[in-house]
C-alpha cells in the first residue's frame, strides 16, 4: 500500500495539487479578513446610522443573504474589473460574506444592554469611543462561535471556483482525473479517485479543524482568565 501511495503522490502531483491549495487559502483568507472589516461595518450602519443608511445597508443585506454564493462567483468571474481570475473571485467571497458578517455582527450589537451606552456618556465617552472601547469588544466576544461558523463556510466554499475554471484545489484534483496518463504513466483506477479526493478533503478539514480549535482555545481563555494548557 505504501508504494502504490508513493506511486501516486509523486512530488509533481503533490505540489500541482499543493499549488492549487495555495489559491483556496489565498482567496479565503483575504476574504475573511475583508468581508469581517467590511460586516462590521455594515453592521453597525444597520444598527447606528440615520434610517436612510439603515435602509441602505439592510437592502445590501438582505439582497446578499438570499441569493446563491454560485451566482455571484460567476457574475464577479465575468464582470469583475480585477486582473486576474482568483481575484475577481475573492470579490464574489466577500460582497457575499459580509453581508452574512454583518447580520452576525447586528446580532451581537443587539445582546449588549443599552444601558452601557448610558453608562459610557455619562463617563465622557462619545458615541464612537463608547462602540470602539466598550461595545465592540463585548459584541465580537459574543459572535465568535457564529463568526467561526461562517468562516469555515468561506473556506469550503472557495471550491466553488472550481465551476469557473479557476485552478484552486479541487479543480486541480479534477482535471488531474484527465491527465492523469500523461503525469503517472497508466491508467486512472477507482482507487486513484478515492484517495486523490480524500487528499482534497483532508486538506479543507485540516484548515477548518484548526480554526475550531483555535476559536475554543481563545474562549476558553476568555473566559477563565487564564491560559489553557
Not at 491549495?21 to 444598527?47: D, H, N, P
Request: net charge positive; with cysteine; hydrophobic share 55%.
Amino acid at each position: 500500500m505504501i508504494e502504490y501511495l508513493t506511486g501516486l503522490f509523486t512530488p509533481t502531483i503533490l505540489l500541482y495539487l499543493l499549488r492549487g491549495f495555495a489559491i483556496t487559502l489565498r482567496v479565503a483568507a483575504i476574504a475573511i479578513v475583508l468581508s469581517i472589516i467590511f460586516g462590521a461595518i455594515l453592521g453597525l450602519v444597520r444598527s447606528y446610522a440615520p434610517k436612510p443608511l439603515r435602509m441602505l445597508a439592510g437592502a445590501y443585506i438582505e439582497w446578499f443573504r438570499n441569493t446563491p454564493n454560485l451566482l455571484w462567483v460567476m457574475v464577479c468571474f465575468i464582470a469583475a474589473p480585477l486582473p486576474s481570475d482568483w481575484a475577481r473571485c475573492t470579490m464574489a467571497y466577500v460582497l457575499f460574506t459580509s453581508a452574512m458578517m454583518a447580520e452576525i455582527v447586528r446580532g451581537g450589537l443587539n445582546s449588549i444592554p443599552k444601558g452601557q451606552f448610558e453608562a459610557a456618556y455619562s463617563q465622557g465617552f462619545t458615541m464612537v469611543g463608547t462602540l470602539w472601547h466598550i461595545i465592540l469588544p463585548q459584541c465580537f466576544k459574543h459572535i465568535v462561535p457564529t463568526m467561526l461558523s461562517q468562516i469555515i463556510t468561506v473556506v469550503k466554499d472557495t471550491s466553488f471556483m472550481a465551476q469557473v475554471a479557476v485552478a484552486e484545489l479541487l479543480f486541480r484534483t479534477k482535471n488531474l482525473m484527465s491527465i492523469f496518463y500523461n503525469v503517472v504513466g497508466r491508467q486512472i483506477t477507482a482507487m486513484d479517485v478515492f484517495l486523490l479526493f480524500g487528499f482534497a478533503m483532508l486538506l479543507y478539514f485540516a484548515v477548518n479543524f484548526t480554526l475550531s480549535c483555535i476559536v475554543r482555545y481563545l474562549q476558553k481563555r476568555d473566559s477563565s482568565g487564564v491560559a489553557v494548557r
